[in-house]
């Protein structure tokens, strides 16, 4: 994978990312329920993974049915997060989102940017040199476009947030594409609410 290609790939006009998703249906769908054949089912100990958000957080991750999914999320969240969709650039909530604050996982509430490290990328999708913890984000190569590029997923619920590039500015060079329709922002102000909130809900 060259620098070059993965340059393309992202300025690419999110309209021919749709239209190449959607002539892909039938293989998606196929991929999506091998990778998510365990959705609904207990997870047994060894599956469940822990995230430590804080001294007193501790969040289990996430496994449901897909039709839990689609109960909880609306239909682009679900074509982008489960269905690893990709929103048409500059129609996103975020990518010219200049607040200071985090930005969570939509579907499962796991912080995974920090707005000190977002930057003006000019794609039309929000973009961060590095997530909050590299542990809170898996990797998996894709081939959507005919050729591989590395796609994110948040850690704790699996669904897709985007795609990384070895693009981006320092001190990482890295540049997270991230879909907007994957994440909620939290502004600085209401973080200390989020995190109590967090702890109450996630209370075993
Ligand atoms: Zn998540």
């Excluded at 309209?15 to 039938?26: F, G, L, P, Y």
């Excluded at 995974?112 to 984000?137: A, H, N, V």
């Excluded at 190569?141 to 948040?154: K, S």
Aim: proline residues 3%.
């Amino acid at each position: 994978m060259t620098v070059v290609a993965t340059i393309i790939a992202c300025n690419k006009p999110a309209a021919n990312v749709s239209k190449s998703q959607s002539d892909n249906t039938e293989a998606n769908s196929s991929s999506q329920s091998s990778t998510t054949s365990t959705a609904g089912e207990e997870q047994s100990d060894d599956e469940v993974k822990y995230f430590t958000i804080s001294d007193d957080i501790q969040l289990r991750s996430v496994t449901k049915s897909e039709e839990d999914w689609q109960a909880q999320l609306n239909e682009m969240e679900y074509y982008v997060i489960r269905e690893k969709g990709t929103e048409r650039a500059f129609t996103g909530e975020y990518w010219d989102n200049k607040a200071d604050g985090i930005y969570v996982c939509r579907a499962c509430n796991l912080p995974l940017y920090d707005s000190k490290t977002k930057f003006k990328s000019g794609t039309g999708w929000p973009s961060y040199w590095q997530s909050i913890d590299k542990d809170y984000i898996l990797e998996d190569t894709d081939y959507l476009l005919g050729y591989a590029r590395t796609e994110l997923m948040c850690g704790r619920c699996e669904g897709h947030l985007g795609h990384v590039f070895s693009d981006g500015p320092q001190p990482t060079g890295m540049r997270h594409c991230i879909n907007s329709a994957s994440l909620s922002f939290i502004p600085q102000s209401e973080i200390d609410a989020f995190m109590t909130k967090l702890k109450t809900q996630e209370k075993p």
